[in-house]
């Protein structure tokens, strides 16, 4: 993309504003972003966690996040995931309904951006961390077949919601 997504414009406001509204909009008051300790993602209560092991990937901000988390839940929303609505994100915290994690699964694989994780996770995540298994899909994979994630497959009429803005021209569709 060649900048910053987060700071990408959106219907007025940049796209971490528009996540952060997205999620507040769901009643989610304890608002964690995992980002670069030298930025201000000027969004008003909230707090930000930077990664403990460096070069690991989304794995590495999932590990952060499960650590800071307040709640015995913690709803993972990417930052470049603009099309996500309210009502998909509510189906997710419906299905795990505080019993399971929640995990869309489509065309390419899981969507673990756009999930319910349970807190309790967090030794699993941090014992691929250690072993140097940096893959979110594989350790999903695994937790899905642990029953502490539920796989959902995302049917096709939701399945634009999942478009990624990676490039200029992304953010003009």
Do not use: C
Not at 101 to 127: S, T
């Amino acid at each position: 993309m060649g900048r910053d997504k987060a700071f990408i414009p959106i219907h007025g406001q940049t796209l971490v504003a528009h996540q952060a509204a997205l999620l507040r909009s769901l009643g989610i008051d304890d608002l964690i972003i995992s980002g670069r300790p030298e930025v201000d993602y000027a969004i008003p209560d909230t707090r930000l966690v930077t990664d403990t092991v460096t070069d690991a990937g989304p794995l590495a901000g999932l590990a952060a996040i499960l650590k800071a988390a307040r709640h015995p839940w913690v709803l993972v929303l990417a930052v470049d995931l603009p099309k996500l609505t309210p009502a998909y994100l509510q189906s997710l915290l419906d299905t795990g309904a505080g019993r399971i994690g929640v995990v869309p699964h489509g065309p390419r694989g899981y969507e673990p951006l756009a999930a319910l994780y349970p807190r309790v996770l967090l030794p699993r995540v941090d014992a691929a961390l250690a072993a140097g298994r940096f893959s979110l899909q594989k350790l999903i994979e695994d937790s899905v077949q642990h029953t502490e994630l539920k796989k959902v497959e995302i049917d096709s009429a939701h399945l634009p919601q999942f478009a990624n803005w990676n490039t200029p021209q992304d953010t003009t569709g």
